[in-house]
């Protein structure tokens, strides 16, 4: 059923993916806007410099910096760009050694290959390392990124060890040079396990690194305490590039090129979407700034699967109202942990948000009776808000969790009336009656296959 009505409107598959893809030519098809940012790092091409783009989850950063990594490459053939995700505890430098280790390698060279030796071996590991806690119970694999690196772990390579890893960086870079290949490197998601004890260290290896050892780097990170005192800490180390929301007509154009990837021909409308029914999705979207391309793919990907499974011809506007409290169910219960996600945004829903200044019995609360911080809370609901049911913001002062504005005040006020996870009747009381056929359609739909 599902795969005619693809077939009808012309499509292969679903294309909606809420992760970039990990092949470059497919992410350069859907890459959309963002033109001001990339003119800023393209300007500073051929000089040193080190970047800091920062933003809410899913607002872009990973396709900015792939995209920005692309186009540099377009311009100079003799450009290296390892891209490397901050997710182990080794010392910064170690990650930015290992990137350009990767790409050396790759490019023959001896040296390079032996170094990636002694940072791997002995790792027990090749799979990146899984979160504990409530993510690893949600079922959620903390590293989305699927255009990520192999993930192997490394283990800690003192400076009195067999390696110096800032001696090591230098001699790769040179020994580049030597190629008349010059080094973009990019490390992803810094703040996930960065703390603020490492800062300094970071702002001081990205300074060594543009101006000692004439590379360019580029971080990404969320607007967290860390990110936060990379830039006030940084005395200028870093020039600064903040994320933000997309306008709704440049998200009209993500949804155009995601559909365009899966036909034959390029069309310029998002068909089988009406226009009409686009324009309304991404409007909600964008007139509030918590929102992010990444829901908004989501949101597609729910809405076209719907459509599929009702065989629709069109997508107009109204099948679009009446699937959207539906699209809400399946992203709270995109969580396989749904009780425990219930118990926590009804609290975040109760209190309006959860500032920094919340008081002990709130964040015990949250945490189900563990004491903790601020910052404990926000490594509990970091799968909530990667998942895009929480937003982890600022109120202009404090940073505070609050819940995603995908999910309206008309159905949360039912839902969390008592304090029971709501049983199936109950929630088709509140969403309505079609809840199991819409539902069931995404939350199997290889089951309609
Ligand atoms: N410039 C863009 N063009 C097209 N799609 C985009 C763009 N930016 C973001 N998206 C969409 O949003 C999704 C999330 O983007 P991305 O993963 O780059 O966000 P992020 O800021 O790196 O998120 P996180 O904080 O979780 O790392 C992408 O998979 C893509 O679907
Ligand atoms: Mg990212």
């Not at 499509?11 to 909606?16: L, V």
């Not at 989850?57 to 910096?65: A, I, N, S």
């Not at 580049?176 to 603020?196: G, Q, Y």
Request: glycine residues 6%; proline residues 4%.
């Amino acid at each position: 059923m599902r795969l005619d009505t693809f077939k009808k409107w012309g499509i292969k598959a679903n294309p909606f993916d809420a992760h970039p893809p990990a092949d470059e030519r497919k992410r350069a098809q859907l890459f959309t806007g963002r033109e001001d940012e990339l003119d800023l790092v393209l300007s500073h091409m051929g000089q040193e410099r080190a970047f800091l783009v920062y933003g809410l989850y899913g607002v872009g950063k990973t396709m900015l910096m792939k995209e920005a990594q692309r186009r540099q490459k377009l311009h100079s053939k003799h450009l290296l760009t390892p891209y490397e995700l901050y997710v182990t505890q080794v010392p910064f430098i170690q990650v930015v050694l290992k990137g350009i280790a990767e790409e050396l390698a790759k490019a023959k060279v001896e040296e390079a290959a032996e170094t990636l030796r002694l940072l791997t071996e002995g790792s027990e590991s090749a799979s990146v390392e899984r979160e504990t806690g409530f993510g690893a119970q949600l079922g959620i694999d903390s590293t989305h990124v699927k255009a990520g690196t192999d993930g192997k772990r490394m283990k800690t390579i003192s400076k009195e060890g067999v390696l110096d890893p800032y001696a090591k960086t230098k001699q790769l870079i040179s020994l580049a040079a030597k190629k008349d290949l010059s080094l973009f490197i990019v490390v992803d998601e810094v703040d996930r396990h960065a703390d603020l004890a490492q800062v300094h260290e970071i702002v001081g290896d990205a300074k060594i690194l543009k101006e000692g050892y004439g590379a360019s780097i580029m971080l990404a990170g969320h607007p967290t305490n860390v990110t936060r005192r990379l830039l006030t800490d940084g005395g200028g180390t870093f020039i600064e590039i903040p994320l933000h929301q997309m306008q709704a007509d440049e998200l009209i154009q993500v949804m155009i090129r995601y559909l365009n990837s899966v036909r034959d021909k390029r069309l310029d409308d998002p068909a089988p979407f009406r226009l009409e029914a686009a324009s309304w999705v991404a409007q909600f979207l964008a007139s509030n700034q918590d929102f992010t391309p990444r829901l908004f793919v989501l949101a597609c990907q729910y809405l076209l699967d719907m459509a599929a499974k009702d065989g629709l011809e069109w997508i107009e506007l109204e099948p679009v109202r009446n699937y959207w409290p539906y699209v809400q169910v399946k992203l709270m219960q995109s969580i396989e942990n749904w009780d425990r996600t219930y118990h926590i945004i009804r609290i975040i829903y109760k209190r309006r948000g959860i500032r920094e200044d919340a008081d002990l019995d709130t964040l015990v609360e949250i945490l189900g009776g563990r004491y903790g911080d601020f910052e404990a809370v926000m490594a509990e609901v970091r799968p909530l808000v990667e998942a895009g049911i929480l937003v982890a913001g600022d109120d202009g002062v404090r940073r505070q969790v609050t819940l995603s504005p995908i999910l309206e005040d008309q159905y949360l006020q039912k839902l969390f009336a008592t304090e029971e996870t709501p049983d199936e009747r109950t929630m088709r009381d509140i969403f309505g009656p079609d809840l199991d056929h819409y539902v069931s359609v995404i939350r199997s739909p290889e089951q309609l296959m």
